[in-house]
Structures are given as structure tokens and as C-alpha cells.
């Protein structure tokens, strides 16, 4: 009884925030403004930040590798994107690099870029933190957050559109926060993640390519991450981005296409 109802309220919604998104050439489920999602974007960000230990690029060769590869990514996306200008509207790009020992890099919408020290190690080199950028900045581009915090809104029946997360509804920002937040693990869950992982591989491969970064490292890379997996308790990284032979099967197959991009920096 009280699903039939949740689904008479929910499906009109559904309907009318459907809209082809321009990234992926799929329809998708967008019942929040972008411009909210990035205004919401830069305050977390920021308090992030400032409770977290930023590393100083100006000191830090870590940190100065982040700065120039999200840089080089950020470059390859907008001139993939040219002619297509709404796609980044907003953007206002940031790299930067925190002391934690997580496995972990994200993108905020509108540009907000974090990489953890933890991943480091396992990047082992700059075309590997390339390809994470690639696919965590996809994710952003591609509106992954707003897809999977609006399928949580209409699960919750929350159907609200308008400035149903800047006005501060609890449970809008516990999505987001679920959904952007540092080591969130709720979008690994939804049917549609899968989907979206290979949309951010996609892509992402062809961003690092462009960016002068060999598309070839990122089927090491990605053994590296499922090694470091072990066998219990996988990364947070590893928790939202499942690490399989299909994933290895996949990129493979978008290799050929990505390296048609590549041109070496120097
Ligand atoms: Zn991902």
C-alpha cells in the first residue's frame, strides 16, 4: 500500500527530471540544480580542507605533481568540450593533496579535486595519478552525483525539486554528504554505479591521454589497486570503485581509442 503510493507521488518527478545528459549520451535521473550542487560543492570543500592536513605544493613535490596533472586533465577535458561550454559551466578547478593514509581521490562538482597521500604509493608514478584524475573528474563532469543523490531522493521520497539542498533539508545534505563526502561508500550499492564506473573509465582514459599521460598504465594501475585490496577489507577508493576482470576486460577494450588521443608530454 505505501508503495504504490511512494510510486504514484515519485514517477511525475522521474519524468520530468530525465534529460539526456551531454557527457554521456544517456538519460539521467537530475533532480538538483548544478549550480546548487557546486554552491554546496565549495562550502564542503573548504571545510574539508581546513580540517584535514593540505600539503603545500610549494614545498611538496607530491603536491606540485597533483597541481600539474589535475591542470594537464582539467586543459584535455575543456578542449574536449569546446563548442560544448555548459558541460564545465561553473568550473572553477582545485588540486590539492592531504597527508592521509587512505587510498583515496575524489571530485567535487564544479572542480573540487582531492587526492589522499595513501594513493601515492600505489599510483607509483604521474600517468597512474592521470588516470585517477581522469575518472574521479568524470564522474564529476559527467553529473555521476547528482544521478545517484537524486535515485537516493526518489528511494527516500524525497521529491522536492528547487533549492531542496541549499535551504538546508537535513536529509538532502545527509545524501550529499553520503554521496560526495570523503570515503562515502552509499553510490557503490545503486544499480547504477556500474554503469558509471565504466562511463569514468571511459572517458577518463581519453582525458589522461589528452593530458599527454599513457593510457597503457592504468591496467597496471588498476592490478595495483586490486592487490592492495587484500583479501578482507578493501580501501575506501577500492570500496566505491570495485576493482575486477571485468574492469581490466573493459579498459582494454577502450585502449586502442584512448591511445588515438595520446601524444607524450615531454
Ligand atoms: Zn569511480
Request: charged share 20%.
Amino acid at each position: 500500500m505505501k508503495k504504490t503510493f511512494f510510486w504514484i507521488l515519485a514517477l511525475p518527478i522521474v519524468f520530468i527530471a530525465c534529460t539526456t545528459n551531454a557527457v554521456t549520451g544517456r538519460k539521467q535521473l537530475s533532480l538538483l540544480p548544478e549550480s546548487q550542487l557546486q554552491e554546496t560543492a565549495v562550502t564542503e570543500y573548504r571545510t574539508f580542507l581546513s580540517q584535514s592536513k593540505v600539503v603545500s605544493s610549494s614545498t611538496n613535490k607530491d603536491a606540485e605533481m597533483v597541481q600539474r596533472v589535475g591542470s594537464r586533465i582539467a586543459n584535455a577535458i575543456t578542449k574536449y568540450y569546446q563548442g560544448k561550454a555548459d558541460v564545465l559551466n561553473g568550473y572553477k578547478w582545485e588540486f590539492n593533496l592531504v597527508d592521509n593514509k587512505e587510498v583515496n581521490a575524489w571530485c567535487m562538482p564544479g572542480g573540487k579535486v582531492v587526492v589522499y597521500t595513501g594513493l601515492l604509493p600505489i599510483a607509483q608514478n604521474e600517468a597512474a595519478l592521470a588516470i585517477v584524475l581522469g575518472h574521479e573528474i568524470t564522474h564529476a563532469v559527467a553529473n555521476h552525483g547528482n544521478e545517484r543523490m537524486s535515485q537516493m531522493m526518489v528511494t527516500q521520497g524525497i521529491g522536492a525539486v528547487g533549492d531542496v539542498l541549499t535551504s538546508g533539508n537535513s536529509k538532502v545534505n545527509s545524501i550529499f554528504n553520503g554521496v560526495f563526502g570523503p570515503g562515502s561508500q552509499i553510490g557503490y550499492t545503486l544499480p547504477n554505479s556500474r554503469k558509471q564506473e565504466y562511463e569514468a573509465d571511459h572517458l577518463g582514459l581519453i582525458f589522461a591521454a589528452m593530458a599527454g599521460y599513457n593510457p597503457r598504465e592504468a591496467i597496471p594501475f588498476w592490478q595495483r589497486m586490486s592487490a592492495a585490496g587484500g583479501a578482507n577489507k578493501p580501501p575506501e577508493f577500492l570500496a566505491t570503485h570495485p576493482s575486477d576482470e571485468n574492469r581490466i576486460a573493459r579498459l582494454q577494450g577502450y585502449m586502442n581509442e584512448a591511445l588515438k588521443y595520446y601524444k607524450p608530454v615531454k
